[in-house]
């Protein structure tokens, strides 16, 4: 199988994964209460494994922030969700490659939102990510 089919196998998958994980929030809304409270530890458990925090975090603040639209929401969720969740297409512990699914969802969730995280929520992300004790409070979730 070629690079190229290996990729476009993965988009594949990633557009699957985000649009079940989409219908299944908007279906169930409190689900995303219950990925704001898992994704602090999730990422703290992989921020020095991972190349795309950044991006990740600035979602997680969109997601808390109550002027982003739920269909947004369920999207951010679903990306979050698929980060958070042992289920992936690869592993996590596979050194190298096991975080690439959930990135592969991450970006096709930020090229599919553009500006729906702002500027802020990536501020408020590399605060966080620096370790200042504010940002963590930042926007109040929904």
Do not use: C, W
């Amino acid at each position: 199988m070629s690079k190229k089919s290996n990729l476009e196998t993965l988009d594949s998958q990633s557009q699957k994964v985000v649009n079940r994980g989409i219908n299944d929030i908007l279906s169930n809304p409190e689900k995303i209460a219950e990925i704001l409270n898992a994704f602090p530890a999730k990422l703290t458990a992989n921020a020095d494994k991972i190349p795309f925090t950044t991006q990740i975090t600035a979602a997680y603040y969109a997601l808390r922030d109550p002027n982003t639209s739920i269909k947004v929401k369920a999207t951010l969720a679903a990306a979050i969700a698929y980060f958070i969740l042992p289920i992936d297409l690869f592993p996590d512990l596979i050194a190298g490659f096991g975080f690439t699914d959930d990135f592969a969802v991450l970006m096709l969730v930020l090229k599919r939102l553009g500006p729906a995280i702002t500027d802020e929520h990536y501020d408020l992300a590399r605060r966080r990510l620096q370790g200042d004790q504010e940002s963590a409070q930042g926007t109040q979730p929904t």
